[in-house]
């Protein structure tokens, strides 16, 4: 697995512990909704404000 933080366009780089804990929170609640799948390969998140 893999996670990419980017904000404008721009790639945040981010240490392991950090990308790992933003990871788990997304996954973690996606995988709780209904109808989706176990077989996911792509989950996009976009805030804008």
């Given at each position: 697995?893999?996670?990419?933080?980017?904000?404008?366009?721009?790639?945040?780089?981010?240490?392991?512990?950090?990308?790992?804990?933003?990871q788990?929170?997304?996954?973690?609640?996606?995988?709780?909704?209904?109808?989706i799948?176990?077989?996911?390969?792509?989950?996009?998140?976009?805030?804008?404000?």
């Open positions: 697995m893999g996670f990419k933080l980017k904000i404008d366009g721009k790639e945040i780089p981010l240490n392991d512990f950090v990308a790992r804990f933003i788990g929170t997304v996954i973690g609640g996606v995988s709780t909704l209904k109808g799948k176990e077989d996911w390969k792509k989950i996009e998140v976009e805030v804008t404000k």
